[in-house]
């Protein structure tokens, strides 16, 4: 059993900033991929930033120069940095985690429920 919990959402002003952050829990032996995807109402969910077990990181052209995508591998637990919110950047962010769990040599992908992220004056 895996578990993401994501948590850090809220109401913004443009301008503003939030931390995301996306823990995992449960039988977890490695995490090779996480990252972090947003809908927005009417949309296609689309891919924010993503982080290899290495650290290499990439981003959608949209949040590059102000969302920062990082993670703590002793503590299973993922992170996004989100500065200079704009309202567009308003929609659920959803944390993703491509992982292997213990006792097993399958590579497994999990969703997390969500976290709102409202930009609004």
């Known amino acids: 059993q895996v578990q993401l919990v994501e948590s850090g959402g809220g109401l913004v002003q443009p301008g503003g900033s939030l931390r995301l952050s996306c823990a995992a829990s449960?039988?977890?032996?490695?995490?090779?991929?996480m990252g972090w995807y947003r809908q927005a109402p009417g949309k296609q969910r689309e891919l924010v930033a993503a982080?290899?077990?290495?650290?290499?990181?990439n981003y959608a052209d949209s949040v590059k120069d102000r969302f920062t995508i990082s993670r703590d591998n002793a503590k299973n637990t993922g992170y996004l940095q989100m500065n200079s919110l704009k309202p567009e950047d308003t929609a659920l962010y959803y944390c993703?985690?491509?992982?292997?769990?213990?006792?097993?040599?399958?590579?497994?992908?999990?969703w997390g429920q969500g976290t709102q992220v409202t930009v609004s004056s």
């Open positions: 993703n985690a491509d992982l292997r769990r213990t006792n097993s040599g399958y590579r497994y992908n999990y």
């Open positions: 449960g039988s977890i032996f490695s995490i090779y991929a």
């Open positions: 982080i290899s077990s290495g650290g290499s990181t």
